[in-house]
């Protein structure tokens, strides 16, 4: 029986106690990969759901990428009815488990909570994660009504969380749509690069069968832009138009002695053998990974700590290198939080010069040197400083964790598809169409990294774009006018409806892990 709600004014909710996330305990579960947020129970989720405000302006609504009514959901929450509340959240989103879980709402809409001016902000991601999972348990979940067949098709390459967005909005539009997916299974960086510690693979695999219900189709192993070229689709497969939603996967390693060393990983190979290819089971699955036992991870991003945290449950000593402080991690709060409890190494002010390496050209130790601070900068980050001292630690395996850039397999095989000096594609700001008629993109691909959620506000607008495209209410020249200049954060911001809160940028986007 779900508790009901009290009547309280807006200074008593401000002053309510925040409810903590019941975790796994720590020591437990560096021995498993279960989730770690237990999730909280009906009446936790009451008692945080009175903590909200009920603002008549909402800052929270604008600081979300998608612009999911909060106060809405919440409020239904508030009033014992869950299922409602995830019904609600499904008007504008489409992932609401996934966000729920790992979304930077500390950098977004909780960032801006007027409750966290005096208090700990309401717990947004929390309440998200909890309805989301009460309509699944409960069976709650409701296929929308979809549009009469337009007969248009549209191809949208990569399954991750733009390509995924941008076929249920477009499915329920009336369109065919059929996703193709480089790997075996779908779901992109939710599959292959968040842990299940964090992201339940069925979680993922029941939304694309959601997908699938709707009628969405999708063809695995294929690489567009090798087997099948954006001309291919256009002209010889029939689609009327193509989204381009393939992240940015190919990653940034550092440049010095050692770094091609037996033992040095990207963030991206360590997780993908890993979270896709179960090379922790190996020799059950094919797939092997060399993991030592004293892993050196380089980066303090959400990454890096998914990096110091498998590791950890593989039964290794993890430590995380960073040239900027503790203050400066670009990791979620929680992030950062769950992997100082699992009891990581910590280097900060450490900016990694060398990977030593022994006869058999296997690194054996991690040389660096230690750096200071400069005073904030213009954007408020301050800059590493080398200070000429050094210090040697052992380590026998290395894993890189400084961002990635944008997939660069379309760009290079189709010489109408322009990108920036970054190789990030660009598009029109206002309908997300590339410089090749009828391709549109979306999520990393045109922003370089960055979050879940950011992707998915591009996928619904690049979606709303095709829908005008094929139904002949679309009047832009493809393409024009592209993002001005090449800085590829122009794009992403964008996007985000930021709102100011003490003169400070509601919810910064950081691009890289560096």
């Not at 021995?31 to 603002?55: K, M, T």
């Not at 309908?431 to 998915?456: H, N, R, Y």
Request: hydrophobic letters at 40%; glycine letters at 8%.
């Amino acid at each position: 029986m779900i508790p009901q709600p009290l009547k309280l004014n807006k200074s008593e909710r401000s002053k309510l106690p925040y409810q903590e996330m019941p975790l796994q305990p720590a020591q437990s579960r560096i021995n498993n990969f279960d989730e770690v947020p237990v999730g909280y129970s009906d009446e936790q989720a009451v008692n945080e759901a009175l903590r909200c405000l009920q603002c008549r302006k909402p800052d929270c609504v604008a600081a979300c990428p998608v612009g999911i009514d909060i106060p809405g959901f919440i409020r239904l929450i508030e009033q014992g009815d869950p299922g409602a509340a995830a019904k609600k959240i499904r008007e504008t989103n489409f992932l609401p488990a996934v966000c729920g879980r790992v979304c930077p709402q500390d950098k977004q809409c909780q960032a801006v909570c007027m409750v966290g001016r005096k208090n700990i902000p309401v717990g947004i991601g929390n309440l998200e994660r909890y309805a989301a999972d009460f309509e699944r348990a409960n069976g709650l979940l409701e296929i929308p009504s979809v549009q009469e067949p337009t007969g248009k098709r549209v191809a949208i390459i990569g399954s991750g969380p733009a390509g995924l967005s941008a076929a249920y909005e477009l499915v329920i539009r009336g369109h065919e749509v059929v996703v193709f997916e480089a790997f075996h299974r779908a779901g992109g960086v939710m599959v292959y690069g968040i842990p299940r510690f964090r992201l339940p693979l069925r979680i993922v695999d029941e939304d694309i069968r959601f997908l699938t219900r709707l009628g969405v189709h999708f063809v695995y192993n294929m690489v567009i832009g090798k087997v099948l070229s954006l001309d291919d689709l256009l002209q010889r497969e029939g689609f009327d138009a193509v989204m381009i939603g393939t992240g940015a996967g190919l990653p940034r390693m550092l440049a010095v002695p050692g770094s091609n060393a037996n033992g040095v990983y990207s963030a991206n190979e360590y997780l993908t053998r890993i979270y896709l290819m179960e090379a922790n089971h190996f020799p059950q699955y094919s797939t092997p990974i060399y993991s030592g036992k004293k892993v050196a991870v380089i980066g303090a991003g959400n990454t890096a700590m998914d990096v110091l945290r498998t590791a950890k449950r593989l039964g290794a000593e993890a430590t995380c290198y960073y040239r900027r402080s503790h203050a400066e991690a670009p990791a979620r709060s929680e992030e950062l939080k769950h992997a100082e409890q699992e009891d990581m190494k910590w280097r900060w002010l450490s900016n990694p010069v060398e990977f030593i390496v022994d006869d058999d050209n296997f690194v054996r130790q991690i040389k660096c040197e230690k750096m200071t601070l400069s005073e904030q900068d213009e954007t408020g980050r301050r800059k590493p400083i080398p200070t000429g001292e050094f210090f040697v630690e052992d380590c026998d395996t290395v894993v890189m964790s400084l961002g990635c850039s944008v997939n660069p397999i379309i760009p290079s095989t189709d010489s109408e598809i322009r990108t920036n000096k970054w190789g990030v594609i660009t598009v029109d700001n206002d309908t997300c169409q590339t410089s090749k008629e009828g391709v549109f993109a979306a999520g990393d691909a045109i922003t370089g990294g960055s979050t879940v959620i950011l992707a998915m506000g591009q996928a619904k607008k690049a979606a709303a774009s095709i829908h005008k495209y094929l139904t002949k209410r679309f009047n832009s020249e493809p393409g024009m006018p592209l993002v001005p200049g090449d800085d590829m954060q122009v794009l992403a911001k964008s996007f985000v409806k930021t709102t100011p809160l003490n003169g400070k940028v509601a919810n910064p986007i950081v691009p890289t892990e560096l």
